[in-house]
């Protein structure tokens, strides 16, 4: 692999609600946890905030381009951060 363990998922509240079940279910396993903030995040991560802060935001630029024009891309996947 290019990049090493932990690799993490981050949802907003509406995408873990709409997988509650699985949400639980791993959580209960140990293999995923749950934050309050984007704060509490970054400092698990070891990073700065901002960083975290520039990485979403380019995730999320690149998806009002694909909404705009599904068809136009490519979109790179996972922006530079």
Known sequence: WKNKAPFRLVL???ASKEIHWHCEHY???GVMRKFDTGADLAKEM???VKKLEDVVEA???VSLKQAKDPEGGPYP?????
């Not at 996947?77 to 951060?81: E, F, M, R, T, V």
């Open 77 to 81: 996947a996972y922006p530079d951060g």
């Open 59 to 61: 995730h999320y630029q």
């Open 46 to 48: 070891g990073i700065p």
């Open 12 to 14: 907003n509240s509406m």
């Open 27 to 29: 959580k209960g396993r």
